[in-house]
């Protein structure tokens, strides 16, 4: 059975910075993409970033410039480094997971940004 783990989160003080990681339990096959996501209190759910099996990534804007998104694939993890994080930084992250058939998410980390 597939899990994927989501360790860390938590509180931070403005400006600054966490990272996140997600590790993958189980086996995969082809997985095409990892990404995350966030969800905040009254908000949908929004994309962030993503990763191709090649090394490709995307960003939204909000994050651009302070969010780095990368992947260990012998270790089947994926991390977001967050810096000069913001009170509108909070919510529940997840971590996402595309294969050719399947798409998984992670059980979601809290993370507030506060002083």
């Known amino acids: 059975q597939v899990q994927l783990v989501e360790p860390g989160g938590g509180l931070v003080q403005p400006g600054g910075s966490l990272r996140l990681s997600c590790a993958v339990s189980?086996?995969?096959?082809?997985?095409?993409?990892m990404g995350w996501y966030r969800q905040a209190p009254g908000k949908q759910r929004e994309f962030l970033a993503v990763?191709?099996?090649?090394?490709?990534?995307n960003y939204v804007d909000s994050v651009k410039g302070r969010f780095t998104i990368s992947r260990d694939n012998a270790k089947n993890t994926v991390y977001l480094q967050m810096n000069s994080l913001k009170p509108e930084d909070t919510a529940v992250y997840y971590c996402?997971?595309?294969?050719?058939?399947?798409?998984?998410w992670g059980q979601g980390t809290q993370v507030t940004v506060s002083s």
């Open positions: 996402n997971v595309a294969s050719a058939t399947m798409n998984y």
């Open positions: 189980g086996s995969i096959s082809s997985i095409r993409a």
């Open positions: 990763i191709t099996s090649g090394g490709n990534t």
